[in-house]
């Protein structure tokens, strides 16, 4: 059984409590002021991407495709900075409702290139659900591509010369038609397309 | 000498000393099982492989933690998923350990969490109605039983278990202080820890009833005793204590919580999921989908959370059911893993189980044979066990 503390102890329980107290209070206010990176932030706090953007090296070889098959796994992994889960099979899988591309090369540009991406939309259930992929280099929205998922789909788009100046390409890719695999799946796991190669060309 | 006292056996080991040796024995036995389920099931398996070996799914992660540490952000592999995810006090106590005795991580761990489980058998002895069949099945079921992965390898499970045991025999001794004391070591091992405080709430009004006291009285009795003002202080520490290093280290306190997207986990209200998983059946056969085990598990939580409340356990009752509940708003997944790791759970079912001495001696040879099947299950990854 517990018995009633003496004087001076009760005074070090008040005060000790009242420290305890006051330091959660800190707490608390750092909860509601987090001091994180806009990447961190935007993916787990605001929520408002399902792909966080990672440092990947984007290390590649310009006038190359890359296949995100699993016979080019390692080719790949630098240039995969969020979105993506694979490969397998069939393809790198999209995952969320955008997916991220780079492509950092150190040979000389002059002119325009061309992105060249092979993809396949995915099936739900076996049912055929085709995609629109907005694509964007570099904060520029270039194209939006519609994709089928009966068979592999080749794209050409072309990138301005003026946009990949320094010798990187981040390229995003967004999917307003991400499906829902089940009822309970969140936005995180959404499903859309399949990526099979992709490359910048000289165009 | 009447016939009744000449039939009687004699007691030649005395009652302290059977209570350490049923545990103890316990592990050694469960030790046996695990070793020969992991050798049957495992190519190459040999007893210098056997910790490691057994080191599944999250332990690899409390093995990372203990180590190296938390990672920063990015994480050195750019994984979304990072360990903040984890709660430190179990990773913390094996890092120390291991610092201090420069042996290998899972052999420390094995030891250091069949040290916590023995000691959480020896002090839930009062929490048993010291009933002795009841013990000995706590016993088994921790050391030796079909779950006795989570108390034996590198799982967080058995300090939240023993820490909440520790908790409840001190309410049940109305030592609030050091309820509060072990409750904040409680808040650094798992988040639901930190609800053990609605426990400690409850005894403390159930005291102050005791004493006579009414509704209207409690919160000035509760001030005018600064023990139980610490107390309830005391409890969330770990869990502040946490976020406040994550603060320094991540920049975020709640980064333990944000980084749960990662895993792409569902959020929905636990009647769907649990209905949901029950309605999982095979394609093939009649035996239960692992959604279904998990489903059937959640409903015998709630029963057993049922029976504590029947039983007037209102502390256990209720943290029972906070933590169990919680965690379903996240899907069905570790729902084995975290029933079996609240300790009013098998405390209670030890209970009832021990009331007839036939019943405990079934329920302790099936324990035995689970500890069997649970291993293989693990080791073959049967996903309810996850």
């Not at chain 1, 018995?3 to 329980?13: E, F, I």
């Amino acid at each position: 059984m517990t018995q009633p503390l003496r004087q001076p102890v009760a005074l070090a329980a008040y005060a000790l409590t009242a420290i305890l107290l006051g330091a959660y209070a800190l707490v608390m206010w750092w909860v509601i002021h987090p001091d994180v990176p806009e990447s961190y932030r935007a993916y787990y706090i605001d929520q408002t991407t399902t792909c966080m953007n990672q440092p990947v090296a984007g290390t590649y070889t310009l006038g190359t495709v890359v296949s995100f098959l699993p016979d080019g796994r390692d080719a790949a992994k630098p240039l995969k900075p969020c979105g993506w889960e694979g490969p397998t099979g069939d393809g790198t899988h999209a995952v969320g409702t955008s997916s991220r591309l780079r492509f950092s090369w150190s040979e000389p540009t002059t002119g325009p290139l061309s992105l060249s991406l092979d993809l396949i939309a995915v099936k739900k259930g076996g049912v055929a659900m085709p995609q629109t992929v907005d694509v964007l280099v570099n904060d520029e929205k270039l194209t939006t591509l519609n994709v089928g998922s009966d068979a592999p789909s080749h794209f050409d788009v072309a990138v301005p010369a003026g946009l990949v100046t320094d010798g990187t390409a981040d390229i995003v890719l967004e999917f307003p038609t991400a499906v829902q695999m089940g009822l309970t799946v969140p936005p995180t796991r959404w499903r859309s397309i399949k990526l099979l190669a992709a490359g910048l060309l000289p165009a | 000498m009447t016939d009744a006292v000449a039939m009687r056996p004699a007691r030649t080991i005395p009652l302290d000393v059977t209570l350490v040796l049923i545990p103890i024995a316990a592990a050694v036995v469960g030790l046996v099982i695990r070793y020969f389920a992991y050798a049957a099931t495992v190519d190459d398996a040999s007893l210098a492989s056997f910790t490691d070996g057994i080191c599944r799914w999250d332990c690899s992660w409390y093995v990372h933690l203990a180590e190296v540490g938390y990672d920063g952000f990015p994480t050195p592999n750019l994984s979304n998923g990072g360990n903040w995810a984890f709660f430190p006090a179990y990773p913390l106590l094996v890092g120390v350990l291991i610092k201090l005795t420069a042996l290998p991580t899972m052999l420390v761990a094995t030891a250091t969490s069949i040290a916590l489980s023995i000691g959480a058998i020896r002090i839930a002895w009062p929490l048993l109605g010291k009933n002795l069949y009841a013990y000995t099945l706590f016993a088994v079921f921790l050391l030796a039983g079909p779950f006795s992965i989570y108390f034996t390898t590198f799982y967080t499970e058995v300090l939240f278990l023993f820490l909440t045991v520790c908790v409840f025999a001190a309410l049940q001794q109305r030592r609030f202080l050091l309820a509060g004391l072990f409750a904040a070591g409680l808040s650094a091992t798992r988040i639901v820890g930190v609800f053990i405080v609605f426990a400690i709430l409850i005894e403390v009004w159930l005291d102050h009833r005791q004493r006579g006291g009414t509704f209207r009285d409690f919160i000035p009795a509760v001030f005018r005793r600064p023990d139980l003002l610490l107390s309830f202080a005391l409890a969330p520490l770990g869990l502040f204590a946490y976020m406040a290093f994550l603060h320094f280290k991540m920049g975020d306190a709640l980064a333990f919580q944000h980084v749960q997207r990662a895993w792409g986990r569902p959020f929905g209200l636990p009647p769907v999921f649990v209905w949901n998983a029950l309605l999982a059946t095979p394609k093939d056969g009649f035996i239960p989908t692992a959604s279904q085990v998990l489903g059937v598990t959640t409903i015998v939580g709630y029963i057993l959370s049922a029976v504590l409340l029947a039983k007037r356990r209102f502390g256990m009752a209720a943290y029972s059911l906070v933590a169990l509940t919680l965690p379903l708003f996240a899907g069905m997944a570790s729902m084995l893993r975290f029933v079996s790791g609240l300790a009013p759970m098998p405390l209670m079912l030890c209970e009832l189980l021990g009331r007839n001495r036939v019943v405990a001696v079934i329920a302790l040879l099936a324990m035995l044979v689970g500890a069997w099947y649970g291993t293989v299950g693990w080791l073959t990854q049967y996903l309810a066990l996850v």
